[in-house]
């Protein structure tokens, strides 16, 4: 405990001098007057795109900005002594290193913090992290605004072009592709109708607010309302992540809310680009109108498009790096990224881009890379990202102290009302819609999250931020309203949605990750649901899923993939996979005395082939012996559906026995409906029981007792009840002989369909043989029927009883 409390007293004596540092960097040389790499002054000149431009570009040194620099030529001649300047052994030269200087002094600040973060247990179980970040850049803008400089201002071009993509690319590279195709729908119309419905709610009502007079702000036109609210209603994808990652919510809720927040980009950019360009015309026509709802087809289709082509060109390009392992990770970056900035350059979602570059470059590139490479990807993703979240975070709190401000009261709690009133109702209109399609309905717990989930972050920052005075002389007070929304949803809302989320008893995420018993199974239901999909003739996303999955195996993956990996079965590939997972976590773990006696020679090669001996100890397969295997593996547990052509229900196999089966039916339902009819029912002794069997299946009278008379037509008739044969007190006796001599008998057939079943007495069957399975000559196949189906044999008679039927009611 006390070591612990050293440890959080240090972190926060710490915290001072990292301030003071970041303080006192503009009061180094050189640095009065400068800008910060990647953020700008409130007001665009020619030396902030120098100094922006200065990042990626190196400036050419001249030989004039560095006098010392200059080698002194020996113009001394023969013979005259001259003074010479004695050799710098100690310089400084600030303004060489200045850019890249300042940005390492960021992104370490930014670590540390969030070092800090993690090491206080107390303050992360409470506060997010998120809002921690902006307090830090609001006490780091107020030191350095306190000792007379300008603090850095986040410019909108280094947020979209080098802070939001690391993040954007993370989320789609390792996107839950299987929960966000099932949820697809569901996301499309919260992503799309849900952002519609908060802009123009958000922008007409602020505009009719703005129309009352006293609130000066009459001069305030609807497009610029509107811009406003097409800015302010899109959910943020960096604040989403921020938040729902530490409250670990359930699967489903996490890809609805964040899978809106990536989908709402091309709505919120063709808005933005809409009103900015209508704001500029002087008369707005209707083909203008149609235009802007065509330009939302272009813009999104257009950024998923371009994403495509890069992913597959960089799943391509992985096929032939398996000499070159060092190179693989950069490839994925590099075509991620230049599929984003192709699409910025045409005006197409950048983010949509980059997701889709993603989710089709994954499945291919971690089949031709090698595991390193693999690891690579994964945690140097994780580590851009989490770099880039935590500047953006700092530099909001910087950005609010530096920025010009207009404060009106009225226009920022109006913002602040409405965009809470329009996320809720617009939640609720929308899950009332979806649960009329949905099978998994979304509960009201599941919508107050949603709606409570609605976050905004540094995109409406940035977007606001790019305004001009030109076009929007209120572009201050907009900005003002929007870091009001932004610290309203991020401390507000982030920090109460942990607690509320225990106290409705929401459904976590599950930490542990599904077994291979649940992913066979799942598997197993997709197959089947799939063909239940074929057998019925409606084609839903199952039987469409598995139309794409047989088109990639049989032509993409030949493409795409290099070697014998593509023509591999999966279960093979599969089985290597987890071999290989399970070798590099026992030598991980050092848990190398726990592998098992049967494990595969491919595992043991992992584990440790340095201590291998030099005689295997399991005997190496022969290539014939293996293509045997897999052709076993590959015809008995592969590909079973494709042994038949199709699951069509035009194409199936004729059943011989449906006619017997349907009039089997049809005599079941007429002797149902006849149960009401019967009046009399009958029963009749049986014999001694032989073996266990027959005791239940025995029906009969004593063959002594009972002999049979020649003439079989004036035999009674015996009608039985099937419904209750087995409950003796509601079976009634009767003597039906007299009903048998008034009329002439009918077929078997006839009277089974008019009276429902019946049996007739037979001969009796020799000691040790079963008469009630075993057909006599003159059985009806109807009589061998209705004995097999009796059951309880009924009750024994008295031995007194002389006759074999008692007439009802004595």
Not at 61 to 66: G, R, T
Not at 237 to 246: G, I
Not at 398 to 410: D, L, P
Not at 617 to 622: D, F, K, T
Request: charged share 20%.
């Amino acid at each position: 405990m006390g070591a612990r409390f050293l440890g959080a007293l240090c972190s926060c004596r710490a915290l001072p001098f990292l301030f003071c540092a970041a303080a006192l960097l503009v009061l180094l040389p050189g640095s009065t007057g400068s800008v910060n790499p990647g953020v700008t002054q409130q007001v665009y000149s020619p030396e902030l795109k120098a100094a922006v431009e200065s990042i990626t570009t190196a400036p050419p040194v001249s030989l004039d900005s560095h006098p010392e620099s200059k080698h002194p030529k020996n113009t001394s001649a023969p013979g005259k002594h001259t003074h010479q300047k004695a050799f710098p052994v100690l310089g400084i030269d600030y303004k060489h290193v200045r850019i890249p200087f300042e940005i390492a002094l960021w992104i370490l600040l930014a670590c540390l913090m969030k070092l800090g973060f993690h090491v206080i247990p107390t303050i992360s179980s409470i506060v997010p992290e998120s809002c921690l970040l902006i307090v830090v850049g609001l006490l780091v803008g107020g030191l350095i605004k306190a000792v007379g400089e300008t603090p850095p201002i986040l410019e909108s071009d280094v947020f979209f072009l080098f802070l939001l993509p690391p993040i954007i690319l993370d989320a789609g590279y390792f996107l839950p592709l299987r929960q966000f195709t099932e949820n697809l729908g569901t996301i499309l119309i919260f992503a799309v109708l849900g952002t519609l419905w908060n802009a123009f709610f958000v922008g007409s009502l602020m505009y009719a607010v703005c129309q009352i007079n006293g609130t000066g702000l009459q001069d305030t036109e609807l497009l610029a309302c509107l811009l406003f609210g097409s800015i302010i209603s899109a959910v943020d994808p960096v604040a989403v992540l921020a938040v729902f990652e530490e409250i670990h919510i359930n699967e489903l809720l996490h890809i609805l809310v964040f899978g809106e927040s990536l989908l709402n980009d091309a709505v919120t950019v063709v808005l933005y680009h809409l009103f900015e360009e209508f704001a500029t015309f002087d008369k707005v026509t209707f083909t203008n109108i149609i235009l802007g709802f065509l330009s939302f087809f272009v813009v999104s289709l257009g950024g998923v498009f371009v994403g495509v082509v890069y992913g597959i060109i960089g799943a391509f390009t992985s096929r032939f790096t398996s000499h070159i392992r060092v190179i693989e990770p950069l490839f994925v970056f590099l075509y991620s990224y230049m599929a984003y900035l192709s699409a910025e350059l045409f005006h197409l979602s950048g983010i949509m881009a980059l997701i889709a570059a993603g989710v089709v470059m994954r499945p291919y590139v971690e089949a031709n890379i090698s595991h390193k490479s693999h690891t690579t990807i994964k945690y140097f993703l994780k580590m851009w990202s989490s770099v880039s979240e935590t500047l953006i975070f700092i530099f909001l709190g910087v950005s609010t102290v530096a920025g010009k401000h207009h404060w009106n009261w009225t226009f920022v709690i109006c913002t602040l009302l409405f965009c809470l009133i329009a996320r809720v109702l617009g939640v609720l209109g929308l899950t009332w819609f979806i649960n009329k399609f949905r099978i998994v309905k979304l509960t009201p717990k599941d919508q107050f999250i949603i709606a409570y989930g609605g976050l905004r972050g540094a995109i409406a920052f940035s977007l606001g931020y790019l305004l001009k005075y030109d076009h929007f002389p209120m572009r201050d007070m907009f900005l003002t309203a929007i870091i009001t929304v932004i610290f309203f949803t991020v401390f507000v809302q982030g920090m109460t949605i942990r607690p509320l989320v225990d106290l409705l008893a929401v459904k976590k995420k599950q930490e542990t990750k599904r077994s291979i018993n649940e992913e066979i199974h799942t598997q197993f239901l997709d197959h089947l649901l799939t063909g239940i999909e074929d057998i019925c003739g409606h084609y839903g996303h199952h039987h469409w899923k598995d139309k794409l999955n047989r088109f990639n195996k049989k032509y993409v993956k030949k493409c795409l993939i290099a070697g014998e990996r593509s023509k591999e079965p999966q279960l093979i590939a599969f089985y290597h996979k987890m071999e290989m997972k399970q070798a590099i976590e026992l030598v991980e773990s050092g848990g190398m005395g726990k592998i098992p006696s049967a494990v595969s020679t491919v595992s043991m090669q992992n584990i440790n082939p340095k201590t291998l001996p030099v005689e295997r100890i399991l005997p190496a397969l022969s290539k014939d012996k293996e293509e045997e295997i897999r052709k076993i593996l590959r015809t008995n547990l592969q590909k079973t559906r494709q042994r038949l052509r199709s699951y069509n229900r035009h194409t199936l196999v004729a059943d011989p026995y449906e006619e017997a089966w349907n009039q089997m039916l049809l005599r079941r339902q007429k002797a149902r409906q006849l149960e009401q009819k019967i009046n009399n029912y009958l029963t009749v002794p049986t014999h001694k029981i032989d073996s266990p069997t027959m005791s239940r299946a025995r029906i009969g009278s004593d063959p002594l007792a009972y002999d049979p008379k020649p003439d079989s037509e004036n035999l009674p008739i015996i009608t039985i009840d099937p419904a209750s044969p087995q409950s003796p007190e509601s079976v009634d006796l009767v003597n039906e002989a007299l009903k048998g001599m008034s009329r002439l008998p009918p077929s078997p057939e006839e009277d089974e369909d008019e009276q429902g079943l019946v049996m007739r007495a037979k001969e009796p069957s020799s000691p040790g043989t079963d008469d009630v399975f075993t057909p006599g000559t003159g059985d009806s196949p109807s009589n061998q029927r209705i004995m097999r189906c009796l059951s309880d044999p009924g009750p024994r008679p008295d031995p007194d009883e002389g006759e074999p039927f008692i007439p009802k009611g004595q």
